[in-house]
């Protein structure tokens, strides 16, 4: 069964914006979501998180400032959103959106209880 699904990856020249969604079922609608990635050969790595509370935001220092995480709870659907503007070749890889129903370390990957299958994001220089 599929609970989360990415969209919205594809190939960008550096200094482009691409805007990645994941759509989620319903009965995430009361927990915290996170963007996470993997490049070829790098470990799984914290992107962005918003929590259950008080939709309050997170960043890795590296996308600081760059990416915007957003949520939208409308009725019977549940979308993630992953705005990225002015990406660098080093923010190439599958980027992965998750859930969790903890609000706290949402920067621990090890926290979250689904993920999506991931989608390719490649930043050309």
């Known amino acids: 069964q599929v609970f989360l699904v990415e969209s919205g990856g594809g190939l960008v020249q550096a200094g482009g914006s691409l805007r990645l969604s994941c759509a989620a079922a319903?009965?995430?609608?009361?927990?915290?979501m996170g963007w996470f990635r993997q490049a070829p050969g790098k470990e799984r790595e914290f992107v962005a998180a918003?929590?259950?509370?008080?939709?309050?935001?997170?960043?890795a220092d590296s996308v600081k400032g760059r990416f915007t995480i957003s949520r939208d709870n409308a009725e019977a659907k549940v979308t993630l959103y992953l705005q990225m503007n002015s990406l660098k070749p080093e923010d190439t890889a599958v980027y992965y959106c998750?859930?969790?129903?903890?609000?706290?370390?949402?920067?621990?990957?090890?926290?979250?209880?689904?993920w999506g299958q991931g989608t390719q994001v490649t930043v050309s220089s």
């Open positions: 918003i929590s259950r509370s008080d939709y309050s935001t997170y960043y």
């Open positions: 998750a859930v969790t129903d903890s609000s706290y370390y949402l920067e621990r990957g090890d926290g979250y209880d689904y």
């Open positions: 319903p009965a995430f609608t009361g927990y915290s």
